[in-house]
């Protein structure tokens, strides 16, 4: 079922808050009813608002986040929409003082389009994109004086949410110790839960059933498959560090999932974690920049494509850092094309 406008829910609550806030009273009355929700019905706006199967199909570790914000909101008086201004606030000034450590203009070029990153956190309320942003950004804080608890964070922003999943690459070159945290937490956070919550896997299958179509799925797997080996190329011959690696992770699955389900917001919201070389964070700003300026010529839905033909070209840009002649001879040797 599609959201109503945004105008018929109340002042208080963004549009995904009230799918979550069900989800959450759900979680509390019996976890075990987690993805069948039979045992709570849902009030009239939140039956108006989402379907119960379109309520937050998200995996265990963030309906449990969603539970416990709301239980702590319900315990303090400041209520799920209080609490997820809070996860707004930490996401914002972790990605501030980040800017400040490396380049501080980074932050002003990725919020040139305030008006609507500010109606995506406060009116929509993009929870689940903001509590895994929000661990992304823990990590990529740590990532350079404790590169163990970045990866850890990660894993955690992956069983959150799947977006930063590329990452998972790179576990053949963390520490031993490391390693096995990381898959531990993604075999828990993902796989376990199908021997425990009837109607888990059903979250896999829901927005391709209800948003999207064969082929955009096919052109979406097309462009973040090639994206993705091109970039894991780029990392390994550039050297990229931790934070970089942090940082591109969440771009290859927020393109497919932008391009499947023809939805901008699932590629600009995760380019909110800053870039320290500043070029993927100017692909964002720019992107969004045309449909901005030329509303009634250039639909904002556009700044998708926009948007990931930047990335590309920042990855293009890249490969002639490392040398188009170094590029073609690994390309003809993983080939085994002679030269």
């Known amino acids: 079922m599609a959201a109503i406008a945004l105008s018929e829910v109340p002042e208080q609550y963004g549009s995904d808050s009230v799918g979550a806030m069900y989800v959450a009273k759900v979680v509390l009355n019996d976890p075990s009813d987690m993805y069948t929700r039979r045992g709570l019905d849902q009030t009239p706006l939140e039956a108006a608002t989402w379907s119960k199967q379109a309520s937050a199909p998200y995996p265990p570790a963030m309906l449990l986040s969603f539970a416990g914000l709301y239980a702590v909101g319900e315990a303090t008086g400041v209520g799920f929409y209080g609490m997820m201004v809070g996860v707004v606030a930490l996401f914002l000034g972790l990605s501030l003082v980040y800017c400040w450590r490396t380049r501080w203009y980074v932050f002003p070029l990725l919020y040139g389009n305030f008006f609507y990153f500010g109606h995506r956190f406060f009116a929509v309320q993009d929870g689940s994109y903001l509590i895994m942003l929000t661990a992304v950004m823990v990590a990529l804080v740590a990532a350079r004086r404790a590169p163990a608890l970045a990866h850890v964070c990660i894993a955690i922003a992956i069983v959150l949410k799947l977006s930063p999943l590329y990452y998972a690459t790179n576990v053949g070159r963390m520490s031993r110790s490391s390693a096995a945290w990381f898959v531990a937490t993604l075999v828990a956070g993902l796989l376990l ?133 170094r590029v073609r001879a690994d390309l003809r040797q993983a080939t085994g094309v002679p030269s």
């Open 193 to 325: 839960p199908l021997l425990v919550w009837d109607g888990y896997f059903s979250i896999y299958t829901y927005q391709q059933e209800y948003k999207g179509s064969l082929a955009q799925t096919i052109g979406g797997l097309l462009i973040a498959g090639s994206f993705a080996l091109t970039l894991w190329y780029v990392e390994r011959r550039l050297a990229f560090d931790w934070e970089d690696r942090i940082g591109w992770g969440v771009v290859p699955l927020a393109l497919y999932f932008g391009f499947a389900l023809n939805s901008a917001r699932h590629l600009l919201i995760v380019l909110l974690v800053p870039d320290k070389g500043g070029l993927r964070s100017l692909a964002l700003a720019l992107g969004m920049l045309v449909p901005t300026v030329f509303p009634h010529w250039v639909r904002f839905n556009s700044s998708l494509a926009i948007t990931a033909g930047l990335l590309a070209l920042t990855l293009a840009y890249y490969l002639d850092v490392i040398g188009w002649d």
